[in-house]
């Protein structure tokens, strides 16, 4: 691999005008490439650290010119000249020179944006796509991700209106991308229409693009998910079915679930999380409990497991650490796999890699804050992802990454995953 000859940064915007870590990495060859990395607004306490300056004058203090000038300052002096035979060794390095468990030195988003523009420049040198680097990395077979497709949104991405994060869709009766991303539109226009017609709201959309109106209950929700579904002419558990991201981490305070009009138990909440796989069809269930109340998680993968996906967002963080504890307690069977929660693309691909030994099901995830950079998409295809969540068919920075998979389905032939039911417990 030919040596790194320049880094540098940038601070720019994502998608909610927040800052984030733009990072270009040329090789000596003359390779270059350019990378933007995401932010959340949903984190969990377990995810590496985003540096941000601090500057309450500035962006209200969420600047990222240190993260950013260190990717031109002390990441360039270190890595300029040097050359690697692995993007892992590349990867190591980062890490070492950050010094600190989480990253908080030189910053998870300075971190992963060199990690990753040193490996689109990599791409590039070979002449061969990105998702084609990005499986060596893990040993997969390239293949195109199912996506699960944000429909209405709430909590931290959409004011509150309603305690949990996200219902979500998810087509099973398409074989092509182009068909997949064909049917949730249709889903989407006919939520907005009818959104409009009981709510009186014109298309708003959250941060994730998912539709947010002024839903009185979370009944009322999954109740306008159903019909939608069905205004499309579509049969729910058939053609399609219905997810939910919980994000239980933002309504738990003292021991309880705060959700709607009282306070639940742990084994409470369990019970209303079952009543939706049995009532609306829920087949995959993100972060149904809180992130530390690892006492329970065992209880509901137990309870649902058989019927869904428990998947872990905010408990496992992308963290290998807390994968392996899941594992060991049988606290779930899915990741959701976010690249900027432990900071190097060679860490994240040992959290993947531990989730498949395991024989959970992997979800690659982008997050609320988002630019126009596609490399997510190539990051799901090149590992092989069950599936990918970007958000809904909405907003260029969420396009962008459904238009990558597109190019990569019509120009390269790669196939979606299997038909999922069989993926689904």
Known sequence: MSAIDRLWGLEILDSRGRPTVQASCRLR??????????????????EAVELRDGEAQRYRGRGTRRAAGHVSGALNDALAGRS??????????????????????LGANALLAVSLAYARAQARERRVPLYAYLAELTGATPALPRPTINLFSGGEHAGGQVAIQDVLMVPLATTTMADTLAMAVEVFQCAAELMHARYGMRLLTADEGGLAPPFENLAAMFGLAVDAIQRAGLTLQRDI??????????????????LEDRPLTADEMIAVLGDWTARYGVKSIEDGLAEDDWEHWPALCQALGARARIMGDDLLCTQPARIRQAIEQQAANALLLKVNQVGTLTEAATAHQ???????????????????????????VGWAADHIKIG????????????????IEAEDGLVMRPNPPASFP
């Open 241 to 258: 079915v219905v997810a939910v991201d919980v994000a239980a981490s933002h309504f738990y305070r003292d021991g309880r679930y705060h």
């Open 354 to 380: 531990l989730a498949r030994a395991a024989g959970w099901q992997v979800t690659v995830s982008a997050r609320s804050g988002e630019t126009e950079d596609n490399w997510l998409a190539d990051l799901a």
């Open 392 to 407: 809904s068919v909405t907003q260029s920075e969420r396009l962008a990454k459904y238009n990558r998979l597109l190019t």
């Open 29 to 46: 060859s003359g390779a270059t490439a350019t990378v933007s990395v995401p932010s959340g607004a949903s984190k969990g306490a377990a």
């Open 84 to 105: 690697f035979d692995t993007q892992a060794e590349l990867d190591q390095v980062l890490i070492a020179l950050d010094g600190t468990p989480n990253k908080s030195r």
